[in-house]
């Protein structure tokens, strides 16, 4: 069974940097797309990142030239550095394939104090 665990998360001022990670079991991570999500309180779960395969990568315009998704395949773990923090970006981030999804990881809560 595929297990996702996100960490990283914490407590940092507006316009700090975090750097969030998602450990991947039990799949073929290697060939895997991945996605990074958050969910705030009072809104939708919304996508933030995505790196395919070969290591292309796309984000949300409210996150572009700021966050950067990387993946190590050897280590079965997808990053996530996010830098020029704003207080929008506070939401529990999650890390998930493409759909169909995974079951869902307990998530990391990022809290951007302003």
Request: glycine share 10%.
């Given at each position: 069974?595929?297990?996702?665990?996100?960490?990283?998360g914490?407590?940092?001022?507006?316009?700090?940097?975090?750097?969030?990670?998602?450990?991947?079991?039990?799949?073929?991570?290697?060939?895997t797309?991945?996605?990074?999500?958050?969910?705030?309180?009072?809104?939708?779960?919304?996508?933030?990142a995505?790196?395919?395969v070969?290591?292309?990568?796309?984000?949300?315009?409210s996150?572009?030239?700021?966050f950067t998704?990387?993946?190590?395949?050897?280590?079965?773990?997808?990053?996530?550095?996010?830098?020029?923090?704003?207080?929008?970006?506070?939401?529990?981030?999650?890390?998930?394939?493409?759909?169909?999804?995974?079951?869902?990881?307990?998530?990391?809560?990022?809290?951007?104090?302003?």
């Amino acid at each position: 069974q595929v297990q996702v665990v996100e960490s990283g998360g914490g407590l940092v001022q507006a316009g700090g940097s975090l750097r969030l990670s998602c450990a991947v079991s039990g799949s073929n991570f290697r060939f895997t797309i991945m996605d990074w999500y958050r969910h705030a309180p009072g809104s939708q779960r919304e996508f933030v990142a995505r790196i395919t395969v070969g290591g292309d990568t796309n984000y949300a315009d409210s996150v572009k030239g700021r966050f950067t998704i990387s993946r190590d395949n050897a280590k079965n773990t997808l990053y996530l550095q996010m830098d020029s923090l704003k207080s929008e970006d506070t939401a529990v981030y999650y890390c998930n394939k493409i759909p169909p999804f995974f079951a869902w990881g307990q998530g990391t809560q990022v809290t951007v104090s302003s």
